[in-house]
Each structure stands twice: as C-alpha cells, then as structure tokens.
C-alpha cells in the first residue's frame, strides 16, 4: 500500500488535522489513518516511505500508538522485519482511546479535585473555591461513572446502543 488513492490522502490528511485538535502528534495519528485503511501489515520502512516521514518519526510514533493498544506489532513470514496492524474494529478502538484518555486527564484531575476539597474543609475562607470544585469533582464523578458503565459493554452491545439510539431520536422526530 504504497500508493495512496486521492480518498485515502484525503482521510490520513485530515486525520491528521484531527489529530492535532485532539492533542496528538500529527504524524501519530496520519500513521494510525495509514495502518486503519491498510488491509495488509505495514513494516516501518513502507510507511516511512508511503507519508514521506523520516523513518525515526514512524518508530516513535509507533511505540506510541502500541501503548495506547490500538496498533500492535504482527510477523510476516518469511519477512524479519516487524509490520504493524490497526484494529479494525472502531468501537473497541474508542473505548482504547477513551480508557486511556480516562488514566492520563480524568483520573489524576479527579485526585486532584478530591484533594483539594479535603484540604478545603479545613480553611474557613474557601466557600466559593469551595463550591466550584465541587461542582467540577461531582461532573468528573458523574463522567468516571459513565465510562466504567461504557467499559463493560461489548462492541456487539456498543452496536445496538448506537442503533437503538438512531431509532429512538427518529421515533422523538416523528412524536414531535
């Protein structure tokens, strides 16, 4: 797949503009775009040369996307060299990304929010400091709770959650 078809230039592109808007390396996710539209494994050298990278950006990038667990390292046979894969599926894909968004930002922004409210019940000048983090730790409860309920599900009920919730705003449509 070292030939690029405009529509496939266009997706890794603008994954990459995403990518930037999510906080990640441009390279990272045209590299993740690359690997997700690719339907054989990729080896560092293909794609190195397939984004006109320098190919010490695509090992870096690499390690990163394994550590997040959306790429993963295949052996081809008779090839020593190690390719890489994508996962396929999306939503296993989101809830990877989402569980380690959660560890990186929520989780220690949480700590932190707890903390800081039991430091707080001791300063008698703290109430409106006070207040809005309270408000701020209830939201970041509210949304650990939802993810701990999302990671449960499977992709198969994933799937009929997304459908379901199709169904049911054409049906608020129509009672409308």
């Not at 703290?126 to 709770?145: I, K, N």
């Amino acid at each position: 797949m070292t030939k690029l078809t405009d529509i496939q230039r266009q997706f890794i592109l603008h994954w990459g503009e995403m990518g930037t808007r999510w906080g990640i390396s441009r390279t990272v996710a045209q590299i993740h775009a690359l690997l997700f539209l690719s339907p054989e494994p990729m080896n560092a050298e293909q794609i190195a040369e397939t984004l006109n990278v320098a190919r010490s950006n695509v090992s870096t990038s690499i390690r990163e996307l394994e550590s997040w667990g959306i790429v993963h390292p295949v052996h081809v046979l008779g090839d020593r060299r190690e390719h890489y894969e994508s996962l396929k599926d999306v939503s296993e894909m989101f809830v990877r990304i989402m569980e380690l968004r959660k560890r990186r930002e929520l989780d220690p922004t949480l700590q932190l929010l707890r903390k800081s409210l039991t430091q707080l019940e001791n300063e008698p000048a703290g109430d409106y400091t006070r207040e809005r983090l309270q408000e701020m730790a209830q939201f970041f409860e509210a949304s650990s709770e939802a993810y701990e309920q999302v990671h449960q599900l499977s992709p198969e009920t994933w799937h009929g959650l997304l459908k379901a919730r199709s169904k049911l705003k054409k049906l608020a449509a129509v009672l409308r």
